[in-house]
């Protein structure tokens, strides 16, 4: 793991209107990410992760604060901006999978490369060594429909990793599986962090946490924890 920040958030703030009162979904936020870190973002409904996991893949802007990705100021840039910083710099994975019913594996991994302006020989070569890398060589041409929900998320992951993102970040992405199909998927992210990649889970799952290697605790929006995980104090630095 790299001691080089990759992820800067200074005091980020997004507020709603809700009637009369506002509501402070995160209030003052600060957070250090460093490249090559395996964390989780740990809290129940309501308490602000979700707003966060939307702030960490520009999903959404922040009402106040800054957001350093990479050494670049992401909160101050258009929607336009914004949308080719996910496509080339941050991998989605999702607890539904999110992928298309009707195109095959191969062709589900390729899509972000198609907003990328790969051709198309190039797109299928690296979607099909990503998917051969995940354990689905033999699954290219298999539709969401022919396959088992362990497998979906593998897919899911292949297209995360297809444009070499700066970031992974999945949102409960062992919520919707067996407890086999999920130790296989939490296997693959260990692979894919012993590999040096920057992964952030998002979940409300504190044994799943557990098993990353830092936890921020978010509740009310605002961290009230970043620690290690229970018997690994010592396991980490993130300083």
């Known amino acids: 793991m790299s001691n080089k920040p990759l992820v800067e958030l200074t005091n980020i703030c997004k507020y709603y209107s809700s009637g009369e009162a506002e509501v402070r979904a995160l209030d003052g936020v600060d957070l250090t990410i ?6 989780s973002i740990l809290g ?12 960490l893949g520009c999903l959404d ?4 604060g800054e957001y350093q990705l990479g050494g670049q ?12 910083i996910r496509n080339q710099k941050i991998g989605f994975v999702f607890q539904s ?51 088992s929900g362990g497998q979906k998320q593998r897919v899911a992951i292949a297209r995360a990793l297809v444009n070499d993102p700066q970031i992974i970040l999945a949102d409960e992405p062992t919520g919707a599986l067996d407890s086999k199909s999920g130790a296989e998927i939490e296997a693959l992210f260990n692979q894919l962090h012993a590999e040096g990649r920057t992964l952030i889970i998002v979940t409300h799952d504190n044994a799943l946490a557990e098993r990353t290697k830092r936890i921020i605790t978010i509740k009310d929006g605002k961290v009230i924890s970043d620690r290690a995980p229970i018997g690994k104090e010592n396991a980490i630095s993130h300083c």
């Not at 790969?118 to 429909?145: F, S, T, W, Y």
């Open 61 to 64: 802007k922040p009402t106040d």
């Open 73 to 84: 100021n992401v909160a101050s840039l258009s929607a336009n901006e914004l949308a080719g």
């Open 44 to 55: 129940p409904s309501g308490s602000g992760k979700s707003t966060l996991m939307n702030m």
């Open 34 to 39: 460093n490249q090559g870190e395996f964390l």
């Open 97 to 147: 999978f999110n992928l298309l019913e009707y195109a095959t594996a191969l062709d589900n991994v390729a899509l972000p490369l198609v907003y990328s302006g790969i051709k198309a020989k190039e797109r299928r070569q690296r979607a099909a060594k990503l998917l051969e890398q995940v354990g689905l060589g033999d699954r290219l041409d298999h539709k969401p429909n022919q396959l």
